[in-house]
């Protein structure tokens, strides 16, 4: 692939996940802008840092860093590392910095996180989900650790393209990414993809909060791995019931698939030990109500989510 061939990268949300997947694509030698507010004079002057568990120390010393959307160059893919909370403050943003016909990816946990945003966007832009599959947490400013995995897989949700041209662009998005060392693939059915990923980033985000535990000691008592069993399950029998379809013995696969990870504290854990604004609309609040919906019942996802509710307000106050 040529290198005129290659798009301009805008990094929108600079943390763990921004962080990571921006160096990677830097490195291969792309043109990646980074957006960043607090961590903005770090990264300017000192760089950006990932450790990663198989590379070793990565550094990107010069950063196209910037603080201000309305100065970046146009760019062509927008890769949204962002939160949820903050995705309607985000995009006159996207819209701003986002070139004739730029792709947006939401590398964003939750149901429905696409649906939200689309009537924020112009109809010019393509909007894509990014599922991100990756053990990573923000170290200090401008300092990602990378601990396993970063799979970047890719599905349209909406735009301008029709269906030949939305699978010929999110090849080329995939080709992109697996150039920058990023697995990837092209998703089929997005709605259905979010539901898969939800079936372990419910229970483990969640009972992480409540327990103060990080995934080696959840998987290792009896009871706490008993109740992620549980909660699984409840989001399999929703994600069936709205028309998705899993891998046979899915919740006993990912419990498998835990133990086999290093030792992790999800992403939702230092939103809550940082008091930042939790995903629980996207993570727990949207899948609740399709659920519902399709007349299936998750007693023991919603009594998480109200107990996680409870837990963010009264840190708040």
Known sequence: MSESARPRIGIIGTGAIGGYYGLMLARAGFEVHFLLRSEYAVVAREGLRVRHAQLGEL??????????????????????GAKTTSNGEL???????AAPGAKVVLLQN???????????????????GGLCFICAHREAPGVVVHQ??????LGYHSGPALDDERQALLEQGVAWLREAGIESSVIADLNQARWQKLVW???????????GSSTRPLMSNADSRALLQALMQEVVDAALACGGSL??????????????????????????VQRR??????IYAAPLAAAELAGVDMPRVRMLYQALSFLQAAGRQ
């Open 59 to 80: 550094h990107l010393p010069k950063v196209n860093a910037w603080q201000d959307a309305a100065q970046m160059p146009a760019c062509d893919w927008l890769l949204v």
């Open 91 to 97: 995009a006159p943003l996207l819209a701003q910095v």
């Open 110 to 128: 939750g149901l429905g996180v696409e649906d939200a945003l689309r009537p924020l966007l112009p109809d010019s832009l393509h909007l894509l």
């Open 148 to 153: 396993s995995q970063g799979v970047c897989n």
């Open 201 to 211: 980033n419910i229970p483990y985000n969640g009972v992480a909060v409540l327990l």
């Open 247 to 272: 891998p046979d013995n899915y919740p006993q696969k990912l419990l498998a698939y835990t133990e086999r990870m290093p030792d992790y504290l999800p992403s939702m854990y230092h939103d809550f």
């Open 277 to 282: 604004a939790a995903e629980l609309p996207a």
